[in-house]
């Protein structure tokens, strides 16, 4: 499975962090998209960038950390087919991952967590998307807009 990372100054230690994570389970093609260090530069260019690899990549996922979480993750649902979901715990990875089928994962870098952000990676990549006709229906009318 592909898994593109990207990330500004403000997620780049986290991003780091992950990308050691995700190494050391060894299961994933890890694309990193920068950014390369905690020089202060610009979340859309990083949010947009993974978003558009995720899309073009049927089942890949991707993860993009800035220092909220809010900025990249705005970015990134700008590019039609990404539906990214900012998550602070494991209880709203699993239902963007349920609900929404989201296939990019937003941490804010510099904020709190009710749970551990690599544990929120595991079960964000390890939640199937809940098929139920409902569920289906809305995310049809998601892609749709
Ligand atoms: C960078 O200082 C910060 O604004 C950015 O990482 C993010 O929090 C924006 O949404």
């Not at 994962?105 to 709190?112: D, E, H, I, V, Y």
Request: aromatic share 6%; charged share 25%; hydrophobic share 40%.
């Amino acid at each position: 499975m592909k898994i593109f990372l990207g990330a500004d100054h403000g997620g780049y230690e986290l991003k780091t962090k992950i990308i050691e994570y995700l190494s050391q389970i060894g299961e994933y093609e890890i694309i990193d998209m920068g950014c390369k260090s905690e020089e202060s530069c610009d979340y859309p260019e990083f949010g947009s960038g993974v978003a558009r690899e995720v899309v073009a990549h049927e089942g890949s996922f991707g993860i993009i950390c800035c220092g909220s979480g809010i900025g990249i993750s705005m970015a990134a649902n700008k590019i039609k087919g990404a539906r990214a979901a900012l998550c602070n715990s494991l209880e709203l990875a699993i239902l963007g991952r349920q609900h929404n089928d989201a296939n990019i994962l937003a941490l804010g870098g510099r904020t709190n967590f009710i749970d551990d952000p690599l544990e929120i990676v595991h079960i964000f990549l390890h939640t199937q998307p809940d098929m139920s006709d409902r569920h289906v229906r809305r995310r049809m009318q998601l892609n749709k807009l």
